[in-house]
């Protein structure tokens, strides 16, 4: 049994990772974490639990929590562990080996290692100490002070150790690594002088004095822009040395002094020469492509900016607020300066994220002069999700780098993507994604750049991480659907039965793709009235397969939203099902799928998190009559149209 901390809080066995639920619940195992083998009061968790003045219920929610966990725990053999979750009057102790908490071993990793004093062995206690992170620490936890706090801690440590590495790897007089260690930390924290300047020295070491001092002047510029303050001690003193340095080495043919910053600084002095206004020289190197094309720029002649974005979606209807959240999404943010704005579109399967997310791609492409980029990420399509590698590899080709020259690492190649675009405008559609992990790796640096993502999960984590900006959709309307049918079908067929165009969008559940499944159906059949189809579509055993088409439907997108479901999950969406009006709370719900009540609450809110039911208030979940009938197997019934028309 294995605890993590260094990334999402998890709890791994042999058996695979064990299901911790919903946020809070994460949140009380990882304050036990960071306090293990110590009582921790009841008022702290609650303290720490609540960013706002605690629920009156506060105490039983967090009694309920500790209930969970320890069953949680049981069910994955903690007791074989010695790992045993106790209560102590009004205090709780996690009682185990420590050693089963990664942040415990990253730290006793860290501190065996002398980098100074014996930095070849040094090198492997420290990689494998940060081979422990997974992502940023304390991920999937709630966002109040405390534990801002624990996470800014932990990171600091971390940023610690990337500097004590790239110290042993320069007492070494390995430089190349130190740079390539000390890079991604320096592109992630800017403003962290100490982190800058040992990369100033390293790249100055491999002959990229250029590169080192455009590090400088850019750090410079937004401790300026950022803070109102000039560079400390610590980066001005890198900045100098490095200039001084430069002006000791002798002219061509002259016999240099003996030892000294010159005579270590002769060689890359030449080097330099070599990469002066090629900053990607640099870059290639420190993520582990390699040299660019001798054009100087990212590895060969591009004929333009790349232009990826899918063509606009056909007879793109409404969406006005959606749109107008995208552009005050991006905009703001952007506005406001820092890290490149990130807007997630998402909502149920169906609803037409990735139509509003291209649509909106296409109106604003000219802000994005250097390029658009879109890569669909097939998190909920048939086959495995893409990889993060297989991504990274298309983007950088298309930004002109060369096959040969592209990292096989997605970590070296996501490096040299947020180096490749740091200056430039350019816009990323994510499509589909699967998971916020799956979507970090491609986020590009540089204020002048944006992400749209879509995905059928709301993606808490990149919110919770990255300062996302969510944009829900929502189904049509019963005017937005029917105006969709007129736009698709022609205007005197819908006004020559209005009452049976607005029955359609309501048999549809107003999701465009299953209107769209529709108009394709009266499309074939010239002859139908819209009455026809819509007394077809009130017969519930046909309904889903009349509303697919070919590839597509409302069937095939629901079946994908449901696969990635836990059996569990899955058993209790079929319970809710059965439910007779599609509206019902926690403890109804509960009765349906014969399980107790904080289980059937923490099914819920994944369900709800998938967008496979809606919260439509305060412990009051609806679910579509379409999604009741796919979770009630009626998704393979014959259509029985094949002979008409």
């Known amino acids: 049994m294995e605890f993590s901390l260094l990334g999402p809080v998890a709890v791994t066995t042999a058996s695979g990772e064990l299901a911790l639920g919903p946020a809070k619940r994460r949140s009380v195992l990882a304050l036990l974490l960071l306090r293990p083998n110590t009582t921790v009061p009841l008022e702290q968790l609650i303290d720490s639990l609540w960013e706002d003045e605690p629920p009156e219920h506060a105490r039983t929610v967090v009694q309920g929590h500790v209930s969970r966990l320890r069953a949680t725990l049981a ?7 010695g790992v045993e979750l106790a209560t102590h009057g009004s ?47 304390l991920t999937g936890t709630v966002t109040s002070p405390p534990f801002a706090a624990a996470t800014h801690a932990l990171d600091e440590r971390r940023l610690t150790a990337v500097e004590s590495l790239a110290r042993a790897h320069s007492a070494l007089g390995e ?24 990369l100033m020295r390293a790249l100055f070491r491999t002959g990229r004095q250029s590169d080192a001092l455009d590090w400088y002047h850019r750090t410079r510029r937004l401790l300026s822009e950022e803070l109102g303050v000039d560079p400390g001690a610590r980066l001005r003193g890198a900045y100098e040395e490095i200039l001084r340095a430069e002006e000791a080495v002798p002219a061509a043919g002259a016999e240099p002094a003996a030892g000294g910053v010159a005579d270590e600084a002769r060689v890359p002095e030449q080097r330099g020469r070599e990469t002066a206004g090629r900053p990607d020289a640099a870059v290639s190197r420190e993520t582990g492509g390699a040299e660019p094309g001798a054009d100087g720029g990212a590895g060969g002649p591009v004929s333009g900016p790349p232009r990826l974005l899918p063509r606009p979606p056909a007879r793109f209807l409404g969406r006005e607020a959606a749109l107008g959240q ?72 298309a930004l002109g780098t ?75 309307g019963v ?28 048999l549809c559940d107003g999701l465009p793709l299953a209107l769209r499944a529709a108009v394709a159906q009266l499309t074939a059949r010239p002859r139908w009235r819209l009455a026809r189809l819509a007394a077809a579509l009130r017969d519930e055993r046909r309904r889903l397969a009349l509303l697919s088409a070919e590839d597509t439907g409302i069937a095939s997108a629901l079946r994908m939203s449901v696969a990635r479901l836990s059996a569990d999950d899955a058993r209790l969406l079929s319970a809710l099902a059965t439910s007779t009006d599609g509206q019902l709370n926690a403890s109804a719900a509960a009765a349906l799928a014969g399980s107790d009540l904080e289980r059937t609450q923490d099914g819920l809110e994944r369900l709800a998190e998938m967008h496979l039911v809606d919260e439509a208030a305060t412990d009051v979940y609806t679910i579509s009559t379409l999604t009741q009938l796919f979770a009630r197997g009626g998704a393979g019934e014959t259509d029985g149209t094949e002979n008409h028309g």
């Open 91 to 137: 205090a709780y102790l996690l009682r185990l080996p420590e050693e089963l908490i990664d942040a415990h071993r990253f730290g006793e990793l860290v501190s065996l290692a002398r980098p100074e004093a014996a930095p070849a062995d040094a090198v492997p206690l420290l990689r494998e100490a940060l081979g422990l992170w997974r992502g940023p620490a």
């Open 326 to 397: 995208l552009t005050a999404a991006i905009t703001e943010d952007a506005a406001a300066g820092g890290d490149s704005p990130l807007a997630v579109v998402t909502g149920p399967a169906g609803v037409g994220k990735t139509a509003c997310a291209v649509q909106w791609a296409h109106q604003h492409a000219a802000d994005f002069p250097d390029g658009q980029l879109f890569a669909d990420l097939r998190g909920f399509g048939e086959g495995d999700a893409m990889e993060p590698a297989t991504v990274l590899r298309f983007f950088l080709t």
């Open 175 to 198: 430089h190349e690594q130190a740079a390539s260690v000390l890079y991604t930390a320096a592109v992630q924290h800017p403003l962290r002088e100490g982190l800058v300047a040992a």
């Open 402 to 476: 060369p096959e040969h020259a592209v990292p096989s690492s997605a970590t070296a190649a996501s490096a040299l993507f947020r180096s490749l675009v740091a200056d430039r405008r350019l816009l990323v559609v994510l499509d589909n994604a699967r998971s916020s992990a799956q979507v970090r790796p491609l986020l590009p640096g540089g204020p002048g750049c944006a992400t749209v993502v879509t995905s059928r999960s709301r993606l808490d984590g990149l919110v919770a991480t990255d300062c996302a900006r969510p944009v829900g959709l929502q189904v049509f």
């Open 75 to 81: 069910e994955g053999g903690a007791e074989a562990y």
């Open 479 to 506: 005017a937005e659907g029917v105006a969709l049918l007129g736009a698709m079908l022609g205007a005197e067929r819908v006004d020559e039965d209005p009452e049976a165009a607005r029955e359609l969008v309501e």
